[in-house]
């Protein structure tokens, strides 16, 4: 099976826009994310798919812990910028909740433990227990057939 139909049947599942965090050392790295599932409530846990030769990958490995912030609906510029899509370097004033870094004015930040992990083919699935999460008000940023969305 070609890829592009693969990502093409896999972009018909309209899903939100996340930026997940992990910090290692002082040092602070992020990567844009849709591929994100809730998984239980006894316990908490939810689940992010992170490709094998994403940076932030070995650093999530390292750290045990990683932050998932839910992009808003004027966040799309982040969206891109975490997704290495626009390749000026920018100063991110990240925000810190439960000592972790997240994204500022994001719908949830969420802050996890690394409760397991599993390599998926070309991805690792993190599973994370949460340990801590804020929620404000607002409309989501969406991503369906490759193309940002606004719901409203
Ligand atoms: P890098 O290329 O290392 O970093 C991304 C960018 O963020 C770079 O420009 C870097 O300079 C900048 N950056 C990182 N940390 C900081 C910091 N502290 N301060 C300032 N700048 C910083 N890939 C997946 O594996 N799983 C997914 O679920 C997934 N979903 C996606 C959904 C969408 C809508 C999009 C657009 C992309 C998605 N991707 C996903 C692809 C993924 O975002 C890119 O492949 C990503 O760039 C690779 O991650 P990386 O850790 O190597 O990032
Ligand atoms: P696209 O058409 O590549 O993506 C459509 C859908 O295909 C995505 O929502 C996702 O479900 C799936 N998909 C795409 N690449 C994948 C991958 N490498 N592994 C697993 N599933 C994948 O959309 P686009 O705008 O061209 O994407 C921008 C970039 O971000 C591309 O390089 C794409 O590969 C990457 N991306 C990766 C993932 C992921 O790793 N899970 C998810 C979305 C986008």
Redesign the pocket.
Known sequence: MEDRIF??A??K?A?GVTVITTKIGGKVHGMT???FVSVSLNPKLILV?I?EDASINPLIKEAGTFAVSILNEDQEDLSAYF?GQIKEERQIDFDTFNDAPVIKDALANITCTVQNSVIAG??TLYIGEVTDLRVQDGEPLA?FE?KYKKIT
């Open positions: 990502r093409t896999m972009g599942f899903t994310a849709n591929a798919s490709g997704a070309d991805h991503f490759g």
